[in-house]
């Protein structure tokens, strides 16, 4: 059974970073990406950064120079370095991987999320 789990949320202050990891596991064959999204309340769920199995990534405008995303393909995880936070950036931050495991199909496998509150 695969697993995607997302660590790192937390409180932080507006300026402060947090790191977020995720983690894809079980019984894998490869990736094909790995990307972040959020959903802030009363908000549609977005993408804000991928990152293909090549290290080719993309992000949107209201992160970029703020986040960058990160993988280590050996333990098919991704991470987030989130640094100069807003308190626009506060919302749940879902991983989602691309991904084939063994004997099946290229699938989406969405994380359970975790919380990011940007607040002072």
């Known amino acids: 059974q695969v697993q995607v789990v997302e660590s790192g949320g937390g409180l932080v202050q507006p300026g402060g970073s947090l790191r977020l990891s995720c983690a894809a596991s079980g019984s894998i064959f490869s990736f094909n990406s790995m990307g972040w999204y959020r959903q802030a309340p009363e908000k549609h769920r977005e993408l804000v950064a991928i990152i293909t199995r090549s290290g080719s990534t993309n992000y949107i405008d209201a992160v970029k120079g703020r986040i960058t995303i990160s993988k280590d393909n050996a333990k098919n995880t991704v991470y987030q370095q989130m640094n100069s936070l807003k308190p626009e950036d506060t919302a749940v931050y879902y991983c989602?991987?691309?991904?084939?495991?063994?004997?099946?199909?290229?699938?989406?496998?969405w994380g359970q999320g975790t919380q990011v509150t940007v607040s002072s």
């Open positions: 989602n991987a691309n991904l084939k495991a063994n004997g099946d199909y290229f699938r989406y496998y």
